[in-house]
């Protein structure tokens, strides 16, 4: 017999729990903060540009204790930024709205632990029916060499660490091609920041680049150095 309408029934009781949090949300959250809503209404002022995994696990305000209008957010498969030059959409127009027209102080870059992107760059196979997800990993692909070349002696859970970590300086390296991005860094008024978030444990690790490792977000040196270091073999997460 088909299970279609047990799935059936199960996708109207999902819809159902998001159409009651809309209800609760209006009778209780929206309330307390509807002075910051009327002013949100007339326009924006975020100071920071968040760009991070599509991954459902990821709450970029609940991960910063952040209120609505502080972050300007860019979500997608494996936190990527295509580099200048290779592909006109939607990443490239959100930073630059975010850097030129919003004029946004700093951009975090957050990996994020168990990603399933990194997985997909590392292993091709996981993805081959998957084109189009194949061809955005195409972006990733100087991580995955930077892995392959320099990483021989890890395996397992070391190895996509090291991955996630890469590619975050990797989409950071891509971020500095967008002519907006290499305007603002010019001026030395923008700050770019490579964070990677790990699920199981809520701890964020920050790239230091003054010694060109991941260290402890409690370690940080705020604002970053302006010449930075890239980290090889030397794993902190």
């Known amino acids: 017999m088909s299970n279609g309408a047990p799935n059936s029934r199960r996708k109207v009781r999902i819809m159902q729990k ?3 949090g809309i209800h609760n ?18 326009g924006q002022n975020p100071e920071t540009l968040f760009i991070t995994c599509s991954d459902s696990r990821i709450d970029p305000n609940l991960l910063t204790r952040s ?3 502080d ?3 860019l979500r997608n498969a494996g936190n990527i930024v295509p580099a200048h030059g290779t592909v006109s959409g939607g990443e490239a127009a959100t930073i630059e709205f ?26 091709p196979e996981l993805v081959a029916s998957l084109p189009a997800v194949s061809s955005w990993l195409s972006h990733a692909e100087t ?9 021989g002696h890890l395996d397992g859970d070391r190895l996509v660490t090291a991955t996630i970590e890469e590619n975050v300086l990797v989409q950071l390296e891509n971020l500095k091609t967008l002519p ?19 699920l199981e444990t809520g701890e964020v690790f920050a790239f230091d680049s ?17 010449t930075p270091i890239r980290r090889r073999t030397a794993m902190t997460i």
Not at 100 to 118: E, Y
Not at 182 to 193: E, P, Q, T
Not at 210 to 226: D, K, L, M, N, R
């Open 25 to 42: 949300f209006r009778s209780q959250d929206f309330r307390p903060l509807q002075g910051l809503f009327e002013e949100l209404a007339k």
């Open 67 to 69: 209120k609505p209008g």
């Open 143 to 151: 991580a995955r060499r930077i892995v392959k070349d320099n990483y």
């Open 98 to 123: 975010a850097v030129s027209a919003l004029g946004v102080k700093d951009i975090i870059i957050c990996g994020h632990s168990h990603c399933g992107a990194m997985h997909g760059l590392l292993k």
């Open 180 to 198: 907006a991005v290499a305007s603002r860094l010019v001026r030395g008024d923008l700050h770019l920041h490579g964070w990677v978030y790990k």
């Open 18 to 20: 998001l159409i009651q």
């Open 71 to 73: 972050l300007f957010i």
């Open 210 to 226: 003054t010694t060109g490792q991941f260290v402890a977000i409690a370690e940080y040196q705020y604002p970053p150095s302006e």
